[in-house]
């Protein structure tokens, strides 16, 4: 790589972009490159980090905001929300170790670029949902601004959830606003012991429609159970179905009762206190303290949740993998042998079936540049992403191909 861009400020920011676009030199776009393994490989003639980045630079915890500059730690966003005891509701995952990276050196350019969210979402919302505005760079070397540093706005297009997700692909974001909310006073989890996949997804849907607010559902097969730092749960020698509650004391108590009484007629209940609910809901969250061997492919399957079960199933009888489900079945997490595209028609195939789509997370380089990493688009769905990146970065420089080949 001919050149490393560190800039501090936004206007060399800027005139890094302007640089590549005065030769036409692709950027490699990353934070603290904690997930560089995730997308199709980029071929750049220089890196732009945001390492320098670093700062929180407004928290108003009585107005429940927080702004910091896009390469600050979100391990240091976390340690000053906890001081006043907030939280990042959507739970963003720590995805270093997955990718052989030192845990907790995630940024949160990094988790809204990717659009991160852990089990809470399916309580919370995903990442784009807590943007309140953000300022960035995009491919015509303009900085600009989206949205602010209210919940209600009308600034125009809500851009910010169109630049979450998107991967570097379409601006390099500098500045970020997020909404934060108080966090629990107590977290316990319940658990549903020996369920197989169909009876644990059909026991979380039933959790999830009841009136006790559950804040995670997720369901370990035995193989993976006994990988949790959790005693009583790698222990169990069975399969663990999880639900997690979350709130004050007095509510979590009386929806823990109601919650047991529920899933009672299905199985052999347990539960979990505080302590030992946060290291299996980070476990969960983290995907790599339960999916370990490093060598193996890593996908991220998104599906209606009452289809998890089947869809896991018939992958398992196709490919060797194993895999466990989260968001109550909606999103399966699979690590699979093999990451060729015979295997990747298999996994795309099956959750094509039940109406999903299919993410490779993790893969060798050769792989990454063959397999698609991130479901390919319909033809209307490919004009669309073309005609933003003209709109963004004609000249196709920021992270070109990371997420789609061609576009």
């Not at 036409?24 to 980045?53: E, M, N, Y």
Request: charge should be neutral; proline fraction near 5%.
């Amino acid at each position: 790589m001919d050149q490393i861009f560190v800039p501090g400020t936004e206007a060399e920011v800027v005139d890094a972009v302007r640089w590549a676009i005065s030769g036409r030199r692709a950027l490699a776009i990353s934070g603290a490159g904690t997930k560089l393994g995730w997308g199709r490989p980029v071929d750049a003639q220089a890196r732009l980090t945001l390492a320098q980045f670093a700062d929180i630079e407004l928290y108003e915890p009585e107005e429940l905001v927080l702004s910091a500059r896009a390469g600050t730690s979100l391990n240091d966003i976390e340690r000053r929300l906890a001081q006043h005891g907030q939280q990042l509701a959507f739970e963003p995952p720590d995805l270093g170790p997955l990718f052989g990276v030192p845990a907790g050196r995630g940024t949160l350019g990094g988790a809204i670029g990717c659009n991160l969210a852990g089990p809470r979402r399916i309580h919370a919302g995903a990442a784009r949902d807590h943007v309140l505005g953000f300022s960035g760079v995009n491919g015509r070397g303009e900085s600009f601004k989206a949205g602010g540093r209210v919940v209600k706005n009308v600034t125009g297009f809500d851009l910010s959830k169109l630049v979450s997700g998107s991967f570097g692909t379409l601006a390099v974001m500098t500045h970020i606003t997020l909404k934060v909310l108080p966090a629990p006073e107590e977290w316990r989890t319940i658990l549903l012991l020996g369920a197989d996949g169909s009876v644990a997804t059909d026991a979380m849907a039933k959790a999830l429609g009841s009136p006790n607010e559950i804040s995670g559902a997720a369901f370990l097969p035995v193989q993976l159970a006994a990988k949790s730092r959790v005693a009583s749960i790698s222990g169990s020698g069975v399969s663990v179905t999880a639900l997690r509650i979350e709130g004050a004391g007095p509510s979590v108590a009386a929806r823990a009762q109601g919650l047991r009484a529920l899933l009672g007629p299905r199985g052999e209940v347990g539960e979990l206190n505080d302590v030992e609910s946060r290291l299996l809901w980070r476990e969960i969250r983290d995907v790599a303290a339960l999916l370990t061997d490093a060598k193996r492919a890593i996908w991220q399957l998104s599906v209606p949740p009452a289809s998890g079960a089947k869809v896991a199933a018939d992958i398992a009888q196709r490919v060797d993998s194993e895999s466990y489900f989260d968001w109550g079945g909606g999103r399966i997490w699979l690590s699979a042998a093999s990451e060729t595209p015979e295997t990747a028609a298999v996994v795309r195939a099956a959750v094509a079936v039940a109406g999903g789509h299919a993410t490779l997370v993790r893969a060798g380089e050769t792989a990454r540049r063959i397999v698609p990493a991130f479901q390919p688009p319909s033809g209307a769905e490919r004009h669309l992403v073309a005609r933003l990146k003209d709109n963004f970065d004609p000249y196709r420089i920021l992270n070109p191909g990371r997420m789609y080949e061609d576009v």
